[in-house]
């Protein structure tokens, strides 16, 4: 029960946090702008690679 | 059911790694460090998937990524030359078969320490590095602190989830770890960008920091009150108000000793008692052994050398009932006892050569983070989280160099994760500073 949630949470926010790296385009370069965040996922519109 | 989820979460990250294959390198820190093959009962265990993320995480940037801005810094180099040097006396071991064992995992922490810096081209990727090493600990951490707040604990007793005591599963290293995160949380917390700072994040963040205190507690490894010690001390040299912190820290230390399980308290007034102690005893004895075989292999004897030892620790106890009181001395023999600290571990099995390497490597860390504490601690803007993150890194190692002298873990993958991360950090300093004067000069006007 412990272990399922404590799991549970660091993985769901390890998962957050991924997803919400592959929106922003300054994991490539410094230079590009860091995307606004919309909405809880914070995906914003298709970015693409740049 | 976990094994699923497992698998679940592994394929996610995966596919996700397929738009940005930065997460591949993610995905192995978090395998390195939450080891989920162990905590499933079959299905990852037959693959081995730790090696395919590595693959895949190293082929991707030498296939796809950018390369602009290459760094090689002389503390990879020194890393290259522990590794190299680490795989001789593998070679010329005293236990062939149990140093083999060894090298199995230690050679690929230190590859992984040289590789990881190449990879942190930008802030976002330092800062997601040490989001993610943050919460691949946390898994652990967290589950240690809520058994602890619901039942105590006791050393060696505590579920972290896993049977086998290695890794960042074992007690100790676990106390030390989590000890010295707690600076890089409060940093996230404060400069996080992934998840900017808001009160989810600082509710978060602050359970996560209470969970990190309790687990020297819940583990009753001393090395972690230690830990807590020179964190506490650490803190107070960025502290504008220290008297008044002195005092809050007294009076939270007073009112928390009611609240210690019997068996902490009682445990942890053994550091006052070393020669009535039997594991402090050993530690003496196994570190002098220890300098002795030095004398006699300079060189070292290869990984898991302490096998050979064979030590006696003469223990003194003191009972008094009314005015008599009893002394009694008793011997005992033990044998093959592990060094018990990261600076016996590397003289012994590394020698002095191996010794000389390790401190080098974790000495010019301390220094490199000084000088950019220093050179950074005034700005603000955009650059007010470099002196910071170098303050927080810092103090990440100078509290795991402390609790080395107490644990053997001068090889444990986590640590050379944040070794890498360190370097990266002042490769991309240093390429910051390079673009900054290229800036500067062109600036300058064309002589008439």
Not at chain 2, 73 to 100: C, H
């Amino acid at each position: 029960m412990i272990d399922n949630f404590a799991l549970g949470l660091t993985h769901g926010l390890m998962l957050l946090a991924a997803w919400r790296l592959l929106a922003r385009a300054d994991l490539e370069d410094d230079d590009a702008p860091a995307t606004p965040r919309r909405g809880w996922f914070a995906a914003g519109d298709a970015q693409g690679d740049a | 059911m976990r094994d699923l989820a497992f698998i679940g979460f592994i394929a996610a990250l995966l596919a996700l790694g397929l738009k940005r294959p930065f997460l591949f390198v993610l995905l192995y820190l978090y395998i390195d460090t939450v080891s989920p093959q162990r905590l499933s009962y079959y299905l990852i265990n037959s693959i081995p998937i730790s090696l395919i993320v590595a693959v895949l995480a190293m082929g991707s940037w030498l296939l796809i990524e950018r390369k602009d801005g290459f760094a090689f810094s002389a503390r990879q180099g020194l890393i290259l030359a522990l590794l190299a040097y680490a795989g001789v006396t593998t070679l010329n071991a005293d236990f062939p078969v149990d140093a083999m064992e060894k090298w199995d995992w230690a050679w690929k922490a230190l590859v992984f320490a040289v590789f990881l810096p190449f990879t942190l081209r930008t802030r976002l990727r330092i800062e997601a590095v040490l989001l993610f090493l943050t919460l691949s600990a946390a898994a652990i951490i967290i589950v240690g602190g809520i058994k602890t707040m619901l039942a105590g604990g006791g050393y060696g007793v505590l579920n972290l989830m896993v049977d086998n005591n290695s890794g960042l599963y074992e007690s100790s290293t676990i106390s030390t770890v989590a000890i010295g995160l707690i600076p890089l949380i409060v940093w996230l917390a404060r400069f996080g960008t992934v998840f900017p700072p808001d009160w989810r994040v600082k509710t978060f963040a602050a359970g996560l920091i209470f969970a990190c205190l309790l687990i020297p507690i819940g583990t009753e490894a001393r090395t972690g009150l230690v830990c807590i010690a020179v964190l506490g001390l650490l803190t107070l040299r960025d502290m504008k108000r220290r008297i008044l912190y002195l005092g809050a820290a007294a009076m939270l230390a007073l009112a928390a000793i009611p609240f210690l399980p019997a068996s902490f308290t009682a445990r942890m007034d053994t550091i006052q008692n070393v020669q009535g102690d039997q594991s402090a005893g050993t530690r003496l004895a196994v570190w002098a052994w220890t300098w002795d075989y030095a004398q006699r292999h300079p060189f070292g004897g290869g990984f898991g050398a302490y096998r050979s030892n064979h030590i006696q620790v003469q223990i003194v106890s003191a009972q008094s009932s009314g005015e008599v009181q009893t002394v009694t001395a008793q011997t005992e023999a033990d044998e093959a006892r592990a060094y018990h600290s990261s600076y016996f571990e590397m003289l012994g099995e590394q020698g002095f050569p191996g010794l000389a390497l390790f401190l080098l490597i974790n000495g010019i860390a301390l220094a490199r983070l000084e000088i950019v504490r220093r050179r950074y601690r005034r700005l603000a803007g955009d650059e007010a989280w470099i002196a910071p993150l170098a303050t927080a890194l810092q103090h990440f190692h100078l509290i795991y160099m402390v609790g080395s002298l107490f644990v053997g873990i001068a090889y444990q993958p986590f640590i050379w994760l944040v070794v890498g991360t360190e370097i990266g950090f002042d490769h991309w300093l240093k390429r910051k500073e390079r673009k900054a004067r290229g800036a500067e000069r062109s600036f300058v006007p064309a002589p008439a």
